[in-house]
């Protein structure tokens, strides 16, 4: 429920999720969240194309959240750097693993907010289990021709090399009742297997002749997905493309060549009313448990910078 808090003499409500940041160009509309950096809201010609959920509401199935300093799990959150062992707290008890990162519940104050254009900034300074400093922006920009770009920076404002990785999390929804009935597209050759924790064992497989090959677009159906994706093809600018649509309105989401692994997710886990409504397609700099496998982990030296860029265009018949 919002908070009050006292402002000029008089009690101001505010939403759980803190200050909300509209922006917009031609037809598409876009509310990011102080809280946690989240996208809540991406309309074209006033239809979502992600799950929505209210501004007073903490986002369902971590819908729209932004991950760092790593996306996804790590085993047991126990992982070495530089020959000392960290142990981060367990964020994801049940399964004994330490999941999403450390700012997704921070507070991203704006340091931009135009028009069609915000830009957010966070400090993560040190705490147990991550003795490294790191400031973090995340612009989210909106235009009418290409709809929405996404772009995450980290730098390392610490005087020792640090592991990164980063993740975001948006629910795509093409307004069917269920996403049984509508097509995907998926550009990736191989998954990532992983055990009843989420952590992955062995290396990745060939996804030829397996019900999650969706490199040739079809209906999704009923089957449960919850799978980590990479060898992702790509068009001639580095980008490869997810597609999912119905009828005449397809949402498509980019990713740029920083992102080589996906988690595809079909929501059976969410609430009653929010289950299979929506497919949760995580773009992922590195898979499960990298602060561990050390797979695709960007190790950050002091002062450098690092960003990576994704995006949505929906369209519409």
Not at 59 to 77: H, M, T, Y
Not at 192 to 208: A, F, M, N, Q, Y
Not at 235 to 252: E, N, P, Y
Not at 287 to 312: C, E, K, Q, R, Y
Request: glycine share 12%.
């Amino acid at each position: 429920m919002a908070r009050e808090v006292r402002g000029a003499g008089r009690l101001v409500m505010i939403p759980i999720t803190g200050t909300q940041y509209d922006i917009s160009a031609g037809d598409y509309q876009a509310t990011v969240t102080e809280l946690g950096a989240g996208l809540r809201v991406l309309r074209y010609r006033g239809q979502p194309a992600i799950m929505e959920y209210v501004a007073d509401e903490l986002p369902p199935g971590s819908a729209g959240q932004l991950f760092a300093p790593w996306p996804n799990r790590i085993d047991n959150g126990l992982y070495t750097i530089g020959g000392t062992q960290h142990q981060l707290d367990l964020s994801e008890p049940a399964k004994g693993n330490a999941i999403h990162g450390l700012t997704h519940w921070g507070a991203w104050p704006a340091v931009v907010h135009a028009a069609n254009r915000v830009v957010l900034r966070h400090m993560l300074l040190g705490r147990k289990g991550y003795p490294f400093c790191l400031e973090l922006k995340i612009e989210y920009l909106v235009k009418g021709d290409t709809g929405l770009r996404v772009t995450t920076t980290a730098r390392n404002t610490g005087s020792q090399s640090t592991p990164y990785g980063t993740g975001s999390h948006p629910y795509l929804t093409v307004g069917a009742p269920l996403i049984d009935e509508c097509m995907l597209a998926l550009p990736a050759s191989r998954w990532l297997p992983t055990d009843e924790r989420g952590i992955p064992v062995g290396e990745s497989k060939d996804c030829t002749g397996t019900f999650i090959d969706f490199r040739d677009a079809r209906e999704l159906g009923t089957p449960c997905l919850d799978h980590t994706f990479t060898g992702l093809k790509r068009d001639d600018g580095g980008r490869a493309w997810i597609r999912l649509s119905r009828g005449q309105r397809q949402v498509s989401l980019w990713v740029n060549d920083t992102y080589e692994w996906l988690q595809v997710f079909t929501g059976e886990t969410l609430a009653p009313g929010r289950r299979r409504t929506a497919l949760a397609v995580e773009p992922m700099t590195c898979p499960p448990n990298a602060f561990v496998t050390g797979m695709d982990l960007i190790m950050l030296d002091p002062g450098t910078t690092v960003s990576h860029t994704w995006g949505i265009i929906i369209a519409a018949g």
